[in-house]
């Protein structure tokens, strides 16, 4: 407990020194974790000094991010995991929630076809069927080597004896007071007082939460998809009028699937299979730019940009049309990937003149049927190599708590098409593909990757943010790939995005100038500013063996190492 304590103090002063600042270069010879989270790093660091593995610590970490980071840590949310052992053996787990068996197609529409505003991402009506305690329990089965209990043990420890809120979570909290009071009547989970605002340093405890994760810990799925906690978790669903049911909750399982895995240059792109569309989209984008001179122009020509713009372009378009969960609808991913079709997409792209956007349509395969995240990276002393993208989707889920159990609920199913062709939260279009069914998968923008470089272990990457995922890891993939960038300079670098529709490309300050802007308006290109694009959180392994550590300055992100 004194560690743990301890521990809160130092990262939380670390934490308040380092803010709008550039975080330092943080290099290692044995174990790594970069999350988005002080405390949660250095929780799945203390696992691996134990002599855990990257599994034993991925677990660790994700019970702390829940009491640490509820906007995004979760138990009621999901997630996917892309892992390569010291072997070089690659696996892909599949626990992103579902929709509830009363799912269906039209259930946030009114009696005239239209959506119901807010129905879909806020309020208990909005929650999937959770998956990261069944992801978890999975992972740790087939490759965990410390005892289950010992890796929940850090999370209960901060959820009984609190935890120390950084700058950005108090203001998180602060920010969402009114929701929480809104959608959880009688209920004071995370409020602090009605006239009282939360201040970093300040003591976070969530009693409910440490008997939930007790629970968990003592029972694994049984703690949490049966007994107490499915009880409470029920019966919030009825005091709402939500729709998980008990049995929802006993046929949840995590799938395992196979991976993406994409050739670029000397270098192997190991992503998430559908539903993501993460895998499948940095697998395009890594073709369709792979023929051009992009380390001869650097990151900041006019080229660069449009190649890259214009690549995103595509590969949106394509994402929303073709891509779902592959339970349900045929997705066509070995014609997605085909250098042929790939090269044919990039065809009409011209230096001149941007290519609009409703010029653009997904491409055609006979016989288919047509931004609260985080991110988490741990490589361990042996080599074993963790990508895990969770979330509860936007910031703080659902804004629901389960009552007596003290997590919140997601609210993915705004992930799915509410209606066929009208953008969801994040401005994302959808069709047919991704529509509501019981028990199907949303979609998802998860990116989490790791790349070799003939064969040997290269990058661990991955970040939050919504729509803005695929591009904000294609982009730090290509500042170390081609422009030789170090971890911490790749995941500095300010950002862009463009994602089909809307037309505009969004981008962060200083990332381009006055004159560069004129010049790509004059060509067509439409600008919108955007305060922050993603919270990367990355690896790179050096030819020597060493570590090498990103931690994003936008947020808390924080390298732990030895």
Excluded at 32 to 50: N, Q, Y
Excluded at 122 to 139: D, L, R, Y
Excluded at 158 to 179: C, D, H, Q
Aim: aromatic share 8%.
């Amino acid at each position: 407990m004194k560690f743990y304590l301890s521990l809160l103090f130092v990262s939380c002063y670390f934490s308040s020194i380092a803010q709008n600042t550039l975080k330092p270069l943080v290099e290692s010879t044995k174990g790594m974790v970069v999350s988005t989270h002080p405390v949660a790093s250095a929780v799945g660091l203390e696992i691996l000094k134990k002599g855990g593995n990257a599994i034993d610590a991925a677990v660790a970490v994700n019970f702390a991010l829940a009491v640490c980071h509820p906007a995004a840590g979760n138990i009621g949310g999901g997630g996917f995991l892309v892992y390569r052992d010291a072997k070089g053996q690659n696996f892909a787990l599949d626990y992103r929630e579902k929709a509830p068996l009363k799912g269906h197609r039209d259930m946030y529409l009114d009696e005239k076809g239209s959506i119901i505003p807010g129905k879909s991402f806020v309020g208990i009506f909005s929650a999937g069927v959770p998956g990261t305690v069944a992801g978890m329990v999975e992972m740790h089965k087939k490759f965990g080597k410390l005892a289950w209990r010992e890796l929940v043990a850090p999370a209960i420890d901060l959820a009984k004896n609190g935890v120390l809120l950084t700058e950005k979570e108090a203001r998180g909290l602060n920010r969402n007071k009114e929701e929480f009071k809104k959608e959880n009547p009688g209920k004071t989970y995370l409020i602090k007082s009605d006239s009282v605002a939360w201040k970093a340093g300040e003591m976070l405890i969530q009693s409910d939460l440490a008997e939930t994760l007790t629970r968990i810990s003592t029972k694994k799925l049984k703690g949490f998809y049966s007994g107490k906690t499915a009880d409470l978790l029920v019966a919030e669903m009825e005091r709402q009028g939500g729709l998980i049911s008990k049995k929802d909750l006993r046929k949840y399982r995590a799938v395992w699937r196979q991976p993406i895995i994409q050739g670029y240059k000397n270098f192997q792109v190991i992503g998430m299979p559908p539903p993501s569309s993460g895998g499948i989209a940095l697998a395009q984008l890594m073709q369709m730019v792979e023929k051009y001179p992009l380390a001869q122009w650097g990151p900041n020509a006019d080229s660069t940009i449009q190649v890259m713009v214009e690549a995103e372009r595509r590969v949106y378009a394509d994402r929303a049309k073709w891509l779902g969960d592959p339970d349900f609808v045929k997705v066509p991913v070995k014609e997605l990937l085909d250098p042929r079709y790939v090269t044919n997409r990039m065809k009409s792209m011209s230096f001149d003149q941007a290519t609009p956007s409703k010029e653009v349509a997904a491409g055609d395969f006979p016989g288919y049927e047509s931004p609260e995240t985080t991110h988490y990276s741990i490589v361990d002393e042996d080599g074993n190599a963790v990508s895990i993208t969770t979330t509860l989707n936007n910031s703080y889920g659902s804004k629901v708590f389960v009552g007596g159990a003290g997590f919140l609920l997601n609210d993915e199913m705004d992930d799915f098409s509410a209606k066929a062709g009208v953008p969801n939260l994040y401005g994302l279009i959808g069709t047919k593909a991704n529509e509501i069914q019981p028990q199907k998968r949303m979609l998802s923008s998860m990116t989490p990757t790791i790349i070799t470089e003939n064969n040997q272990l290269k990058m661990v990457v991955g970040t939050p943010g919504g729509s803005t995922i695929i591009t904000s890891v294609f982009q730090v993939v290509l500042n170390v790939l081609e422009m030789k960038m170090n971890m911490q300079q790749a995941v500095e670098f300010p950002r862009f995005h463009h994602q089909w529709l809307p037309e505009q490309t969004r981008f962060e300050p200083k990332r381009f100038s006055a004159d560069q802007l004129q010049r790509l308006k004059s060509k067509g290109y439409d600008f919108g500013t955007s305060p922050s694009i993603g919270l990367v959180e990355g690896i790179l392994i050096l030819p020597t063996g060493k570590r090498q550590g990103g931690a994003d300055s936008r947020g808390d992100d924080t390298v732990s190492a030895y």
